[in-house]
């Protein structure tokens, strides 16, 4: 701590040297004379010596990695959902192909959303899960050894959406304030959410497909 604290008084005092020698950019730092420049303390001298240098030689910026395919994959992701069926011998599961007819139903809870289990139908074959499948993996797997193709999407997760959404509707009203802004809100990791491989792979994939005269940009 006290050794970083001199070397900030030591830049400060090198600093005002250097102004009252005239040297206030880089390039007067590259022909000043070698008293000015031995007037300075070594680790200031080095820095503006090597900051110099990159002003002259200035790197050249990397071209640039297209990953071919990988966004189509993600827009174009296929959906399957799993129900839970009853049966005589308790709830069966099984699997279809597609959006399914109904997904969950949510409630106001305050300022949030919960899941409200009272609009389902006693009896009737429950949905238990949505899958969305991108053939090359999701972003957060991509620079893993193998893609994750799969992105499980429980209520959780869907209840994440929604309250985004409901965000996004407001923020796009044509009847919103001047001073509207989107709300900020924290994901907190509940058990099974998955903030990377669900809600965070689910909202880029819901974005994506947002209004793009309305969200022009997703990050």
């Given amino acids: 701590m006290e050794r970083a604290v001199r070397g900030e008084m030591d830049m400060e005092e090198d600093v005002h040297k250097l102004y009252k020698n005239g040297v206030d950019n880089l390039l007067k730092w590259l022909v000043a004379t ?13 820095f503006l010596d090597a900051a110099a240098e990159e002003a002259r030689n200035p790197k050249k910026p990397s071209a640039p990695i297209y990953l071919e395919g990988l966004y189509e994959s993600v827009y174009n992701a296929r959906w399957h959902h799993v129900v839970g069926v009853p049966g005589g011998e308790g709830t069966g ?11 969950w139903t949510y409630k ?4 949030s959303l919960e899941k409200d289990d009272g609009v389902e139908q006693s009896g009737a074959a429950r949905l238990r899960l ?3 499948t991108s053939e090359k993996g999701w972003p957060y797997s991509w620079e893993e050894d193998e893609f994750t193709r799969d992105c499980h999407v429980n209520c959780e997760v869907e209840r994440v959406w929604q309250i985004v ?8 009203s044509p009847h919103r304030g001047t001073d509207c802004t989107p709300e900020r809100r924290v994901l907190v990791g509940t058990p099974g959410i998955g903030k990377s491989m669900g809600a965070g792979s689910y909202l880029l994939y819901q974005l994506l497909h947002c209004d793009v005269e309305k969200l022009q940009v997703v990050a």
Avoid: C, I, Y
């Fill in 34 to 46: 070698a008293q000015v420049k031995a007037g300075v303390h070594g680790a200031t001298k080095r």
């Fill in 93 to 103: 599961m099984e699997v279809h192909e597609g959006k399914p007819p109904q997904s």
């Fill in 108 to 111: 106001a809870d305050g300022v």
């Fill in 130 to 132: 949505m899958v969305l």
């Fill in 165 to 172: 959404r409901n965000d996004l509707t407001e923020w796009f």
